[in-house]
């Protein structure tokens, strides 16, 4: 029978897992407790957050293998459209407006879906302000997109990895007079010959009033993250 007092032990050491290390410290954590068993929503609930704030990347399924930036989709909180505590967690993805499963255990994306449409008060105030920031979240895109491919290594080589970036609206402070945009960037490579990993991410903030003449607000954080280990480490 599983201690739960064992759960934040648990917990602590997934979430805590190093770039490209988290199916081995799932296991070696499943090792600690046994012969009980780990529950699956402590280890769905621990690797979501660990990958939530590593800003991991999934193949979207909708896509081969390509330099195409929708082939990419990243997982992070602010996207999230469910509970942690289930084997897949839906996420938005910015760039298509559809939703996408990760089976957060495996670092998956098992499926995309279209969202249901609500027809209430809320949602036609937030139509509003996705109109007002849609050209603004385009042409952002467009250049990130273009920043992206310049800057960071392509998929392949000696060592793997991947990067991408997704844009989000939010709304502002008055409907339809100001936009919020949220610009979330996150890169990561490994080397298995080479035992090293690492993970770059970072989140940016512009606040902006298309009608007026103050400027734009920009703050942000950046993130990076390496690891190193000997053979059998």
Request: aromatic share 8%.
């Amino acid at each position: 029978r599983f201690d739960r007092e064992w759960s934040n032990y648990i917990q602590g050491f997934i979430q805590r897992s190093p770039p490209g290390h988290l199916p081995d410290v799932i296991a070696c954590s499943k090792q600690l407790v046994h012969p009980a068993a780990t529950p699956n929503d402590l280890i769905w609930r621990s690797a979501a957050g660990h990958n939530e704030s590593s800003m991991l990347i999934v193949q979207n399924p909708e896509y081969a293998v390509s330099e195409d930036p929708a082939s990419l989709l990243l997982v992070h909180e602010a996207l999230r459209q469910g509970s942690r505590a289930q084997k897949q967690v839906p996420y938005m993805d910015p760039r298509s407006s559809k939703l996408f499963a990760v089976d957060h255990e495996r670092q998956l994306c098992t499926r995309t879906f279209v969202k249901e449409q609500s027809n209430d008060l809320m949602a036609e105030m937030e139509e509003v302000d996705n109109e007002v920031a849609r050209p603004f979240k385009v042409a952002l895109q467009s250049e990130l997109d273009g920043y992206v491919a310049e800057r960071y290594a392509p998929r392949g080589g000696l060592s793997t990895g991947a990067a991408t970036t997704t844009v989000q609206s939010s709304p502002g402070n008055e409907v339809g007079t100001d936009v919020e945009l949220t610009i979330l960037l996150s890169a990561r490579r490994a080397r298995a010959l080479g035992l090293w990993a690492g993970s770059w991410t970072s989140q940016w903030r512009i606040r902006l009033a298309p009608a007026q003449a103050e400027p734009a607000q920009l703050a942000g954080i950046i993130d990076f993250t390496g690891h190193y280990a000997e053979d059998g480490n």
